[in-house]
């Protein structure tokens, strides 16, 4: 099995362009807002997924171990 590798200094409209589960993934964890009709290309366009965390208020480690247990690899 191939692992997944997000790497967070890439910003989320690069990491969805090449994984199509990982919208619906950062929904579930809270950002409800990027299954919006084009929240992607344009938010997502500089967004990366600390940035998003900042934003939501979101913890980045509950992201991180979420992300973890869904067999992805974090980049820092």
Do not use: W
């Amino acid at each position: 099995m191939s692992t997944k590798m997000i790497d967070l200094k890439k910003t989320v409209h690069d990491l969805c362009s090449k994984d199509q589960d990982l919208p619906m993934i950062l929904a579930e964890i809270g950002f409800k807002d990027i299954t919006k009709p084009g929240m992607l290309v344009t938010a997502g366009r500089f967004m990366t997924i600390p940035k998003g965390a900042i934003a939501k208020n979101i913890d980045i480690e509950v992201i991180k171990q979420e992300l973890i247990k869904r067999g992805y690899t974090i980049v820092e």
